[in-house]
């Protein structure tokens, strides 16, 4: 066959070029070939390099052909595109290394009909594809102008284009011819380049070459935009620093500044060496990169530093080592506390639990009692004996969140809240952590303390505690916490859920001179400056003291008052007085005045209309007599001694119980209509509520409307209710001390609270008796005595 070649082909001569039927074929990996195009090819495979020696004896044609996965080594006929450049080799020459150059020039398309390899290289029988002739219109020539701007246009974006190929362009007038030369200089993907090629519509193929080059400009400009951008930032990133190291040598030349740098590398030396965790370190290397750009004087570089400091401070990877000897655990709060068996108990149980499996998440302690009686420093003696760090925070009054965890750093002033500076100044991550006062949280607008709790003390959580302030995770989970309160009811049932109440009960007066004896004595001669040679405070002298000087359930004010004796002491030492003073139940006076509180008592004889009952109180049990007394009106209940809500409904429920059960009291119908009944309970300064007087209030109203004289040495609590059954009351313990304090001899309790008095020491209930009622009945027969012979008149009066 053959092709009548343009006198624009860059080949010698005019007229036709013979193209035979089959040519070698070449494959190509990566390029694709357009007619009248000049590229340096190099050849390494065997059957390729056999292709290209097999065409020079003859005209020197080939057909090249792109594969279509580029990594195969052996392509066949269906590895090829099925549409090639027809070229002529213009020069070989053969490398050191066994590779072939070759420059080729492609001719023409030509579509691969048959491919073979019987000559032991790629065959294939070829059509040349005769381009779709150009008719030339404004709409073309529009296109070929916009064609070469855009070609201009990719060159003044960096684009490297020969300017040989800028001229060539500019003088082509023939779309097919433009959009060839563009395509190769465009460096397209494999399957646009190969799409242009397969393109016989020469405007068609411009279009497109159009497209592509309109896109390429974009990435361009985008590039540009980039480069410029950052080469801006760089120049800048590049001023500041030779600026700021002016600034710095300036400074130091003038005494004002001490080297960044060595507190940089100071900050990197302590992270490195840190066990901090992936997360903390990640953000304190952040911080000092902060640090590091800005001026040392700088507001935001001192809070930088405090948080550095902060971070760096915590002890991430630290723990003390657990020493859990049981026997010494007892023996140490044996010796720090007297009594408190039940609490000691639980103690002991948690730990056992935490030596055999240290990793158990152990329930979480809180020591609920009255004032004084030994919860912090329960926990204070735990830490020392296992051989932890001991933190105490007091939560009392708390009424911030950011207390808890703590407040974030665009707040002037923010700071850890006080779990984390806890763990900072233990600088351990296992301390014990004793939460006091934790009835005493508060909420306002600045949050719910309680509520952050609730993550602090979850075993489920705490893992991950996230302070406010530093903003990265801290394990919280070796932490042991204890918790203090003097009552439940304030603590927040979500936390209190949380919570295992443990109980401490007050002591009694035989525990009271135990703890003054082995622990208070000896640690009040000691802060005073006393010896054994300057003081003796006997038995009785502490026995009164205790009677009669102080009322509470713990050891304070008891501790207290031996300081005030210990010191009229030190000042009678310090005037010179050398004779060693002995300080007994009759010389104690002479040191603390009169007595402020009479001993409980009861009363001298019988009397109607008036009952003793037991209190609790949170300073301990107490005895508490109910008057009754009957006055001439209209049946109205008067009630005095600043009595609480549910006192007074105690009140009510018990006279409609004797108005109901009148008959059977012994009591004259008419003296409900005809006589009004005045309740007061003494010490009327005093508030005084809760049910536990209900029983109490019946019986001195039945003595008063019944004339019969109530038992003095009998003594009552429990709640009443309409049908006159007696309900359970709590506080037994006090108030059976309580009793015995006062002389009484007979308690009556409600049926249920059997197992309270069964817990009591035998010691402490020797010598009383019990009355366990399940009725009202049952309490008025035991605590009246037989009616009285008095007229009415003198009701209340005996």
Request: aromatic share 4%.
């Amino acid at each position: 066959m053959t092709q009548e070649l343009s006198s624009d082909l860059p080949l010698t001569g005019e007229g036709t070029l013979e193209i035979p039927d089959k040519l070698p074929l070449l494959p190509l990996r990566d390029i694709v070939i357009f007619p009248f195009i000049i590229v340096p090819l190099f050849v390494q495979r065997e059957k390729s390099q056999r292709a290209v020696e097999s065409v020079l004896p003859n005209q020197r044609l080939i057909v090249l052909a792109t594969q279509r996965d580029p990594n195969h080594e052996d392509p066949t006929d269906a590895d090829l595109h099925r549409v090639g450049t027809i070229a002529a080799v213009m020069r070989l020459l053969k490398m050191g290394d066994g590779r072939v150059r070759v420059l080729v020039q492609g001719l023409a398309r030509a579509a691969l009909v048959n491919v073979t390899d019987e000559a032991g290289y790629l065959q294939a029988e070829v059509h040349p594809i005769v381009e779709t002739p150009v008719e030339m219109s404004l709409e073309v020539e529009a296109l070929i102008r916009a064609v070469k701007g855009l070609l201009e246009r990719i060159v003044t974006l960096g684009k490297q284009i020969s300017a040989e190929v800028l001229a060539i362009a500019a003088s082509l007038d023939d779309p097919g011819r433009l959009a060839d030369l563009c395509a190769s200089n465009l460096e397209a993907k494999i399957d646009d380049a190969q799409a242009i090629l397969e393109e016989t519509d020469p405007v068609a193929r411009l279009r497109r070459v159009h497209d592509l080059m309109a896109r390429e400009v974009g990435v361009l400009t985008v590039q540009q935009e980039i480069s410029s951008q950052a080469k801006g930032e760089m120049d800048r990133s590049q001023r500041e620093f030779y600026l700021r190291q002016q600034l710095k040598a300036i400074q130091q030349e003038l005494g004002e500044i001490s080297d960044l740098g060595d507190e940089v590398a100071s900050y990197q030396e302590k992270i490195a060496e840190g066990q901090l965790p992936a997360r903390a370190r990640e953000e304190a290397v952040r911080q000092l990169k902060r640090l590091e750009r800005l001026h040392p004087d700088a507001a935001e570089a001192g809070l930088l530093r405090t948080y550095l400091d902060t971070l760096l401070a915590l002890p991430w990877g630290i723990s003390s080592e657990d020493h859990i000897d049981l026997s010494q655990v007892k023996a140490v709060l044996d010796a720090d506390h007297h009594g408190l068996e039940t609490v000691k108990e639980r103690i002991l149980e948690a730990l056992a639990v935490r030596r055999l499996k240290p990793d158990a998440k152990g329930l979480l302690l809180c020591l609920v009692g009255p004032p004084g009686v030994g919860k912090t420093s329960l926990g204070r003696s735990v830490a020392r004996a296992i051989g932890r760090k001991f933190v105490h925070i007091s939560l009392g009054g708390v009424h911030d969140e950011a207390e808890i965890r703590g407040h974030r750093r665009t707040y002037v002033g923010a700071m850890p809240g006080r779990i984390i500076m806890g763990l900072q100044q233990a600088g351990a991550n296992n301390p014990l952590m004793l939460l006091d006062e934790v009835d005493k949280l508060g909420h306002d607008f600045r949050g719910d303390p309680a509520s952050a709790l609730l993550e602090v003390l979850d075993p489920e959580q705490n893992h991950a505690f996230r302070d406010n302030y530093l903003g990265v995770p801290f394990d919280l989970s070796k932490v042991m916490f204890m918790l203090t309160a003097n009552v439940t009811d304030t603590i927040q049932p979500a936390l209190r859920d949380r919570l295992e109440i443990v109980r401490l009960p007050g002591y009694t007066q035989e525990e009271k001179l135990a703890i003054a004896r082995r622990h208070l004595v000896k640690k009040q001669m000691a802060e005073t400056g006393l010896t054994s040679q300057h003081i003796n405070l006997t038995n009785s002298a502490l026995r009164r003291l205790i009677a009669q000087y102080t009322r509470e359930a713990g050891v304070r004010q008891l501790e207290r008052e031996i300081g005030k004796v210990c010191r009229k002491v030190a000042r009678r030492v310090a005037e010179g007085e050398t004779q060693k003073m002995v300080i007994t139940a009759t010389t104690l006076p002479d040191y603390l005045g009169i007595p402020k509180f009479t001993m409980d008592a009861i009363l001298d004889q019988d009397r109607i209309g008036v009952a003793a009952g037991l209190a609790w109180t949170s300073v301990g049990g107490d005895v508490m007599h109910v008057e009754s007394l009957l006055l001439r009106g209209k049946g109205s209940l008067l009630l005095t001694g600043k009595l609480g809500d549910v006192m007074k409904e105690s009140a009510h429920a018990a006279l409609s119980y004797a108005k109901s059960r009148a008959r059977e009291l012994g009591i004259e119908p008419d003296v409900f209509s005809q006589h009004d009944l005045h309740i007061h309970i003494p010490e009327g300064a005093i508030p005084k509520d809760g049910p536990s007087a209900g029983i109490t209030l019946a019986t001195a109203m039945v003595s008063a409307l019944a004339r019969r004289p109530v038992k003095r040495a009998v003594a009552m609590t429990g709640e009443i209710t309409l049908r006159g059954d007696v309900l359970p009351v709590g506080g037994i313990r006090e108030k059976v001390l309580a009793a015995r304090r006062a002389g009484i001899k007979v308690i009556i309790l409600p049926v249920k609270n059997r197992p309270d008095v069964e817990d009591i020491a035998a010691d402490l209930i020797k010598g009383l008796k019990f009355v366990y009622v399940r009725e009202v009945s049952e309490v008025l027969a035991t605590a009246l005595g037989k009616p009285a012979k008095h007229a009415p008149a003198k009701n209340g009066k005996s």
